[in-house]
């Protein structure tokens, strides 16, 4: 344990260096708030320095099983931490909503509990905004380096393409070959969506803070109103882009950059399975829009539908259809949305959900077990993209989809306990989970201000169990894990 945290130590040190963003931000606008950054920073890094140098005799080479703990303690850690400068620069926000809103940002949820974003402090939300974007590139990293090794990531079908080695006993090496190969695109996507933003029309500022949010697939926004503040369809063009392709695997944007190819893509199951599901999803939503009337054009369906359902499927949660949300849509388009937050991105990514991949061997799984009940001899092995899927990875992804529908099922009720509806409890418990912007059926404004304390404790346990893989969190609460 004690080894463990001095490698908490180093991160927490080293997430005083995020600080230097809000402060540049606070300087270059004039907000006043750049000391309390810097006070927070201090803090974090003296703290992290602190411990580190405690437990610096105990350091020792992480295995598999730290994996876990690191995490899993590191992850609600750091959004502790970024409650700092929330709770100093606003008095009147408790620690329980702080708390949510850095949870909700290093988890790349994207969901808020804050009012008055257009008149927030400039500094406050592109600390906000920053949180998503560091997250995200940490979520990325964890799912290539770490996750791989645990075997609950789903990653494995891509261990042939992986940068660097895959070990099976050291997490160290292979987390920082992850960083090296994820750092390089992660920020060209960055840089590429602030030009792409500001050349649509977006200020500097915005542009930025929407560019970290798309990039990191968190639906973070500096607007109340979220993107249908800008009503502009270029703008909305450029977010669909930087969504889709953040919602692609990394591993095959780095294998494609560093050998100047498209055959990457063109050779990934989970890709050509989500290009199609978007696909039907667009074109479904926009002909029942339509059908009902809700906008006059065809061409106008298609703006709202395909906005709309890809920053759904790809769990950012951005809208663009203005105040009130889809109060005024078919209810089955807005729960079909919510639906497909729950598969539709790849592994190596920021998105939430179970992922594409595993799904794909579920249902080459139910395949074959059709083909078993007709040819009980026959030898159907599972494949996804040619490649054979052991059976160990098989149990693993069962067991997997087993807590997940039951962690989903827990929270509902407890929800319910609060005395939420169940309409509401559900939708807000799936998209929690499913690490997806989302907010209260009915309400006006698109966020979850209007939960009580014990409903956002319920929904910040939810983000960090979705994040994490869920076998991540509950594996601590086990007596096998602490059995020696």
């Not at 070959?177 to 992660?186: H, K, N, Q």
């Not at 054009?297 to 890809?310: D, K, M």
């Not at 989302?438 to 304390?453: D, E, K, R, V």
Request: charged share 10%; proline share 4%.
């Amino acid at each position: 344990m004690l080894g463990i945290l001095y490698f908490l130590g180093l991160i927490l040190a080293a997430f005083g260096l995020v600080y230097l963003l809000p402060i540049g931000c606070s300087l270059a606008t004039g907000d006043g708030l750049w000391p309390i950054f810097l006070v927070c920073a201090a803090l974090t890094a003296v703290i992290g320095t602190g411990l580190a140098t405690l437990t610096y005799k105990y350091r020792r080479e992480l295995k598999p099983r730290d994996g876990f703990m690191l995490v899993t303690v590191g992850w609600a850690l750091l959004a502790v931490a970024a409650t700092l400068p929330l709770m100093m620069a606003m008095p009147g926000l408790t620690f329980t909503r702080a708390l949510f809103e850095t949870m909700s940002g290093l988890t790349t949820t994207g969901s808020t509990v804050l009012t008055g974003l257009d008149t927030l402090a400039p500094s406050l939300n592109f600390w906000r905004c920053s949180l998503i974007w560091v997250g995200g590139l940490a979520v990325i990293v964890v799912a290539m380096g770490v996750m791989p090794l645990l075997g609950i990531g789903g990653m494995q079908l891509y261990k042939a393409d992986a940068p660097g080695p895959v070990k099976d006993q050291k997490l160290e090496p292979r987390i920082t070959e992850a960083a090296r190969s994820v750092w390089l695109v992660y920020v060209l996507l960055t840089v590429a969506g602030i030009i792409g933003l500001r050349v649509a029309g977006m200020t500097w500022f915005d542009a930025i803070c929407h560019a970290f949010s798309a990039v990191s697939l968190g639906g973070f926004s500096t607007h109340d109103a979220s993107i249908a503040y800008f009503h502009s369809a270029a703008v909305e063009v450029v977010l669909m882009v930087l969504m889709l392709v953040a919602s692609m695997n990394f591993t095959r944007h780095f294998v494609a950059l560093r050998r100047l190819t498209l055959k990457p893509y063109r050779n990934d199951p989970e890709f050509k399975a989500m290009a199609i599901v978007l696909s039907l999803s667009i074109l479904g939503v926009t002909l029942l829009l339509l059908a009902d009337g809700v906008y006059p054009t065809f061409n106008t369906s298609l703006r709202y539908a395909a906005f709309n359902v890809i920053s759904m499927a790809t769990t950012t949660g951005w809208v663009s259809v203005g105040r009130g949300g889809f109060n005024h849509w078919p209810v089955f388009a807005p729960i079909w949305m919510l639906f497909l937050t729950g598969f539709v991105c790849s592994t190596g990514t920021t998105g939430g959900g179970i992922k594409m991949f595993r799904t794909l061997v579920l249902a080459r799984q139910a395949e074959r077990e059709l083909k078993l009940l007709v040819h009980p001899s026959g030898v159907a092995p599972v494949r996804v993209g040619r490649r054979p899927i052991p059976e160990r990875v098989g149990d693993a992804i069962l067991a997997f989809i087993f807590l997940y529908f039951m962690a989903l099922a827990l929270l509902v009720f407890a929800m319910l306990l609060t005395g939420m509806g169940f309409d509401s409890a559900f939708r807000v418990v799936v998209a929690s989970v499913n690490n997806t912007a989302y907010g209260l059926p009915g309400h006006a404004m698109w966020n979850l201000h209007a939960l009580t304390s014990p409903q956002i404790w319920i929904c910040t346990t939810a983000m960090l169990l979705g994040r994490l893989e869920i076998f991540s969190v509950i594996v601590l609460f086990t007596r096998t894990f602490w059995r020696k």
